[in-house]
C-alpha cells in the first residue's frame, strides 16, 4: 500500500517526468489498495475524459486514430526535446514565431515513430504525408517538426475544451480516492 497523503513534489509544475512518456513518481503516489478496493467511479470517470479525448481526436483526424498517433507522437518528440534542453517557460511565445520554431524544435523521423508506436514505417511514412499535405507538420529532408498550423487548428476551442475535461476528471478522481470506503471509516 502507497501512502495517500504523498510528500509534496518539488515541482509540480515541471514537464521533465513526461518527456520520455513517464511521470512523476512522486505526484502518481495514492493509496493503490483502497483503489483496487473501489475502483469503479474513478475508473468511470477517467475513462469518460479519456473517451471524450479520443473521439475528439477520431473526428479531427477524419476517423483516422493512426493517423492521430503519428502526429502526437511527432508533436510530442518536438516539444519534449524542447522542454529538455531549453525549459518549458515563455514556450508558448518564444514558439509562437515560426522562425524560432522551426530552429528550435528539434526533429523526428518516420523510423522513430514506428519504433514507438509499433507500426510499420511504411504506415507512418503513409500517414506523415497526409500530415504535411494538411499543413501540421513540416517535413525537411525526413526531419519532422509540428507546425504552427496544427495548433491553430485546435487552439483555442478544442485545447480548451480538453484541457477543462481532463481538469475536471483529474479533480473528480482525486477526491474519489481521497474518500475512505465506509466499512473503513466505521471499523
Known sequence: MQDSKPALCPKPDGVLDFVHGGH???????????????????LFVFQSMLGNYVKMLYKAFDRDLIMALVMCEIWQYNFGRYFARYGHENATEILGDPVNRDQLLPPCNTYSISQVLGVPNETVRRKVKKLVARGWVNNGNGELVASKVIEEFFAPSLSLEAMRDFVSAARHVLAILDKEPKDRKSG
Open 24 to 42: 512523476c513518481r512522486i505526484c502518481a503516489r495514492f493509496d493503490e489498495q483502497a483503489f483496487l478496493e473501489n475502483r469503479h467511479a474513478a
